[in-house]
């Protein structure tokens, strides 16, 4: 984990939660356990299906986010859905961190 990386994963899910969900957008970051927990909550409770075209200008944010983080799911509930990935720092950074 990154600076540079969580601003990405952030950036990417809150953006997604404006341009493809309805309704407030709701965004969370907590540090748990020597990792930060990104939560962005929207107002449509299902994952929209998305289906990425080799020459399609946009749509690949969703892998980029499984690629950085180590756990990444979503919640959904009646009325709304929780994204959440779970940014770990690699061991180089704890080596950083240390010296």
């Known amino acids: 984990m990154t600076a540079e990386n969580t601003v990405i994963v952030t950036s990417e899910l809150v953006t997604n939660a404006f341009v493809h969900a309805t309704g407030p957008v709701r965004l969370s970051v ?11 909550q929207d107002a449509t409770p299902s994952l929209l299906p998305h289906q990425v075209m ?11 986010v499984h690629h950085l983080a180590c756990s990444f799911g979503c919640n959904t509930y009646a009325h709304h859905k929780v994204v959440w990935p779970v940014l770990e720092p690699s061991a180089t950074e704890f080596e950083v961190a240390g010296a």
């Open 54 to 64: 080799a020459d399609d200008e946009s749509g690949r944010g969703l892998k980029i």
């Open 30 to 40: 907590d540090h748990r356990n020597n990792a930060v927990v990104i939560s962005v």
